[in-house]
């Protein structure tokens, strides 16, 4: 007969009454520590909630954000183990949006990691809240506000209601999504995931030591045997315009077609001559340092994150440093050209308006820092400059005046206008939208610039080659005014002015670099010298 024992039972007892008190004391002390954490946060932060005026999310108001955030959760604890290891990886994530994690107190938060005190965790719940709420903010509008360097700067940012985004914040936390909000926060236009992937492509390309150097010499050409001629196949092949050399392969000395036609696109999408031949400029543009290309990506990742970019209907997007200008349907280039923007010393500014109506057949009057600098000057040394460029003088009043009448030393309230005429300053068509900088789109009569591999020779205003076709897309009426039926009222050498039947939004931008479709990184020299104080504020600690 089977003998049943108690005994096993009797020692098992005590050690789980053993283990269950255990587990409530731990328990007990648990909610003590959140108990005290929770009394301390609501102590150093409910201050800031009796400050007068509405909330803001902003760099200089965070605080009083983080107040909230944990008032409403009835100022709760929010970051366990398992979120706050999610918001380090978050962090870290940042440098491939060209911004800086240590920005973001990444350092603290690594120290502040093992709290073991409810005065630590209160400190690491704070800075983990303010760096979650300052990393996203940066994200979603920039770092760096833009209005700091251009004053005139009009573009809205991305529109951002308070309670909605600390709502939303406070969900992503309440479900474990910390990083899908920093997805979320991110610009969603393709030119910004593809300036991501190329960050990361030059940081993989300086982590291996960088691209070679082409020493000085002779002018390299296609048919040439020069041994920097591997050296410039590696450089092409790391920007990706040449297929890398099979291992154990000795690179060919010879400037072959194959060659050629990568230095040309080369040359091309940096605006050089694309002739072939690798001179001192295009050498200058070749040896420039990978680490000086990131910071570009970096200052033109910002960029992109100071606009809406809800690309919406129509829209007519002039790119200054890449000397283009394109017209858009809900994101799709249905048409693009080339143009000529401001010099160096005149640039074309950056701002947004709405395009309302064309000027056909327009006369030019001369605005007034064209007037001081460029025409007083000519007109003084040669009175001939007015005939040969039919300037007529008038006064306050409308009334034309002589030229002998004028003193040009000082000419007073006078106005200088060109008549029409498709040889004048404006060509036949100007496309007009309101700015305080009277800037506008129109035609030239120096088409022969449009070929220049650098095109910035006005005084400001954009010049579009093939500005005809973009005023009958604008214009939008194939029975009233076809390509044919437009050309016949300029023919008439009448000034008329032609409303649009909508307003069509119109970006001037500034973009140094450009994500080609294939993936190529071309970079545009800098002719406004807008990169440098950009990343040197992109780098300033917040």
Request: aromatic share 8%; net charge neutral; charged share 25%.
């Amino acid at each position: 007969m089977m003998k049943v024992t108690t005994e096993p039972v009797t020692f098992i007892a005590p050690l789980c009454h053993r283990v269950l008190i255990a587990l409530l004391l731990l328990c007990l002390s648990a909610l003590a520590t959140a108990t005290t954490v929770s009394s301390g946060l609501q102590a150093r932060l409910a201050p800031e909630l009796d400050r007068p005026g509405p909330i803001a999310l902003s760099s200089a108001s965070l605080q009083r954000a983080v107040a909230t955030f944990y008032a409403g959760r009835e100022w709760a604890p929010a970051w366990d183990a398992q979120r706050y290891q999610a918001l380090q990886r978050a962090l870290e994530g940042m440098e491939g949006d060209g911004l800086t994690p240590a920005d973001y107190a990444l350092g603290q938060l690594r120290q502040l990691s093992p709290a073991a005190t409810p005065e630590r965790i209160v400190e690491r719940e704070i800075v983990a809240t303010r760096a979650f709420l300052l990393a996203l903010l940066h994200l979603y509008r920039g770092k760096v506000d833009p209005a700091q360097l251009d004053a005139h700067w009009n573009f809205p940012s991305r529109s951002l209601e308070p309670a909605e985004a600390l709502r939303l914040v406070e969900t992503a936390v309440a479900e474990n999504r910390v990083e899908d909000i920093f997805d979320r926060a991110r610009p969603a236009w393709v030119y910004y995931d593809r300036l991501r992937i190329a960050l990361a492509q030059l940081r993989r390309i300086a982590a291996a030591g960088g691209w070679p150097e082409l020493p000085a010499g002779p002018t390299l050409k296609p048919g040439m045997t020069d041994t920097r001629v591997p050296l410039l196949r590696r450089r092409l092949e790391l920007a990706g315009l040449l297929l890398a050399a099979q291992a154990g392969e000795t690179p060919s000395e010879s400037y072959d077609e194959v060659l050629l036609q990568a230095v040309q696109r080369f040359q091309r999408e940096a605006n050089l001559d694309a002739d072939g031949s690798v001179g001192p400029a295009t050498r200058a543009a070749l040896n420039i340092p990978v680490d000086a290309r990131i910071g570009q990506l970096r200052a033109n990742l910002e960029r992109v994150r100071w606009f809406k970019n809800e690309l919406q209907g129509e829209t007519v997007i002039v790119d200054l440093a890449g000397y283009r200008i394109l017209y858009l349907r809900d994101g799709e280039v249905k048409w693009n050209s080339r143009v000529q923007v401001g010099r160096e010393y005149r640039p074309s500014p950056v701002f947004q308006s709405t395009i309302t109506y064309l000027t056909l057949s327009p006369a030019w009057v001369v605005p007034p820092t064209i007037l001081n600098e460029d025409v007083l000057p000519a007109v003084r040394r040669n009175r001939g400059y007015l005939a040969r460029h039919r300037l007529h003088a008038y006064n306050a009043a409308g009334q034309k005046l002589s030229p002998r009448a004028v003193n040009w030393w000082r000419p007073g309230n006078i106005r200088l206008r060109q008549e029409p005429g498709p040889d004048g300053a404006l060509g036949e068509i100007v496309i007009r939208f309101d700015n305080p900088f009277s800037v506008y789109l129109h035609d030239t009569p120096h088409k022969e610039l449009f070929a220049a591999s650098k095109r910035a020779t006005s005084s400001g205003c954009i010049r579009v080659e093939n500005v005809h076709e973009l005023a009958v897309m604008l214009l939008d009426d194939p029975v009233n005014w076809s390509r044919d039926a437009l050309q016949a009222a300029i023919g008439t050498r009448e000034t008329r002015k032609v409303e649009l039947s909508r307003g069509v939004p119109i970006l001037l931008g500034y973009w140094t670099a450009q994500i080609d479709p294939d993936g190529y990184i071309a970079f545009r020299p800098d002719i406004y010298h807008r990169d440098e104080p950009l990343l040197a504020a992109l780098d300033a600690r917040p």
